[in-house]
């Protein structure tokens, strides 16, 4: 008899049966919803059929449920919507999974409320014990910049660094400076900015480049630290419907993702990325431990041309509105940047480099042009990262030069709320060009940037399609001409972003071959109104074939 896996038969495992769902399947049926699959040849079907980690059968109901075998456990949608599983296309996963840990400042709306939570949080420290965490955002309370004057005098004994949530500005208190020997004549590296009063003194607020001065001394997390971020942020992105990611991260966290694989710890499948400058590292990584396989794949590499809007040090062509003087900052050299990629390139490496700012993705275009010119042609799936500030004449060159732009939507509609104020009108109307980038036939994937912005690809959709700013202010859509369509929004988070990772051979579309990852949708996000995208929720996440995470439970 088969096993049902539904909402009613839930509650009656409360009293009976429920070890047998914690058994391994062999074979899984997913049924009882619209099933939205990615395939061209054919997007729509009422059922899955899943065995032993792949997808068997996708069609009509009847025909599905016929060649089931006895023993499938069946997954009822009841009347929801079935995706393939959502590939986040870039996130910072171990960092994601620390600060969920960590303390949370996000959110907070006056700077005593933001004094208050660290306050709190390192009360429940020993002395010396940093306090770590934060994704604070100045805006939320009118755009005054956090200093350690706020949180000296509640952390006298704890040194503080706590990242703003576009990671690109951090604040140390007194303590965190003194640990790492910085002082009010320290200079700012190349690349980055420290914050100082009108006498001259650090307010304890560091950019960019200049993040290492405390950064860099900041105690690493251990082994058993770095597992217990990973586990808590595999709970994380199954509950959001995430089965697989872009990791960007470091050479250190691809050890340990190497040894989450071995141990099988590994829940969500990953591409991993790792620095551009370390492009040599990487190839030897590789040689001595191989490319990996569909659980973790490794030969990406990630670059950095610039920082980002908050944090003033996204690279423009024309200065900032807010501060003339302005223009952001590059924090590699154009020629650093051609010789790490033509390098990486000439190796087979995939690269991807972070670009907010008009100067620095036209920088990195330029970059991928001459590199491909020299390396000549193959399939090498260049990615700008971020993409969110493009000159209205650099949308093209995406599709042109086969360059993928790799996007987050949910940054969309939170920056939305304050990025005119600091480049303008026109320059906004490229930013987060999503309609204008398509419509040009560049190739999009969509992710979350999480820990800056929540791993929520339901949020992320809600973004692409009304761009709805987060303060309610934009409800026709903030720039509502690069509206996308639902249909376009769940290709880039499904099978666009699995091209974008050397992966739709594997995953991103349901039919016969393709990993049994799938999302299962408590409502049809195809016909809801658009403005309440945001309101479904993910009922069932399954990858390999099992159920992953179950909200009935």
């Known amino acids: ?75 009822d949608a009841a009347g929801g919507l079935v995706t393939p599983g959502w590939f986040d296309s870039h996130i910072h996963l171990f960092v994601g999974g620390r600060n969920l840990t960590g303390v949370r400042l996000r959110g907070a709306k006056t700077p005593e409320e933001f004094t208050r939570r660290i306050a709190e949080f390192a009360k429940q420290l020993k002395p010396g014990e940093w306090v770590r965490g934060g994704e604070w955002d100045h805006t939320i309370w009118g755009g005054e910049l956090p200093s350690r ?40 590296p190349e690349g980055g900015a420290i914050e100082r009063d009108a006498s001259g003194r650090m307010t304890g607020l560091l950019r960019d480049n ?107 062509l024309d200065p900032y509105d807010d501060v003339p003087s302005d223009r952001g900052l590059m924090v590699n050299t154009a020629d650093d940047l051609e010789v790490w990629t033509r390098a990486a390139d000439a190796a087979g490496l995939q690269v991807a480099v972070h670009a907010i700012g008009d100067r620095a993705i036209r920088t990195q275009l330029d970059v991928f042009n001459h590199v491909a010119k020299a390396n000549g042609a193959r399939d090498r799936r260049f990615r700008i990262e971020h993409a969110q500030h493009i000159a209205a004449e650099d949308v093209g060159r995406f599709a042109s030069q086969d360059v993928i732009a790799s996007v987050q939507p949910y940054h969309c509609i939170d920056d939305g709320r304050w990025t005119e104020p600091l480049i303008g009108v026109e320059r906004s109307k490229t930013t987060h060009a999503y309609r204008s980038l398509l419509d040009a036939g560049a190739r999009v994937a969509f992710g979350s940037d999480w820990y800056v912005a929540p791993a929520t690809p339901i949020e992320g959709i809600y973004g692409a399609v009304t761009r709805r700013t987060l303060d309610d202010k934009n409800p026709g859509g903030w720039f509502p001409e690069q509206k996308i369509s639902v249909e376009e929004s769940l290709r880039a988070y499904t099978v666009d972003s699995a091209y974008a990772a050397f992966a739709e051979e594997h995953r991103g579309a349901l039919r016969p071959g393709m990993a049994a990852d799938l999302v299962v949708v408590d409502d049809d996000l195809f016909k809801m109104a658009p403005e309440s995208i945001n309101t479904a929720t993910v009922r069932y996440t399954i990858v390999d074939g099992k159920v992953a995470y179950d909200a009935t439970e």
């Open 1 to 75: 008899m088969r096993r049902l896996i539904s909402a009613v038969v839930c509650l009656g495992l409360l009293f009976a049966g429920a070890a047998e769902l914690l058994a391994e399947p062999s074979a899984l049926l997913i049924t009882g919803g619209r099933v939205w699959t990615a395939d061209a040849d054919r997007p729509w079907a009422e059922a899955v059929l899943c065995v032993d980690g792949e997808i068997v059968a996708v069609g009509d109901r009847a025909d599905i449920e016929a060649k089931a075998p006895e023993d499938a456990v069946i997954v």
């Open 149 to 188: 004057d706020w949180i000296d005098a509640v952390t006298p004994d704890n040194p503080v660094w706590v990242n703003r949530l576009d990671g690109h500005m951090a604040l140390a208190n007194t303590a965190a400076l003194r640990a790492a020997k910085v002082d009010d004549s320290a200079v700012a």
């Open 210 to 316: 200049a993040m290492d001065l405390v950064g860099g001394v900041a105690p690493s997390p251990s082994a058993a630290d770095l597992m217990k971020s990973l586990d808590a942020a595999n709970d994380y992105l199954l509950e959001r419907g995430v089965t697989s990611v872009v990791q960007m991260g470091s050479l250190e966290e691809l050890a340990a993702m190497r040894a989450a694989r071995s141990s099988g710890r590994l829940r969500v499948r990953v591409r991993m990325a790792t620095p551009l400058h370390q492009w040599r590292q990487l190839l030897e990584e590789i040689e001595r431990n191989g490319p990996g396989d569909n659980w973790l794949a490794v030969g990406m590499l990630k670059g950095f041309v610039d920082g980002s809007l908050g944090s003033h040090t996204a690279a423009f």
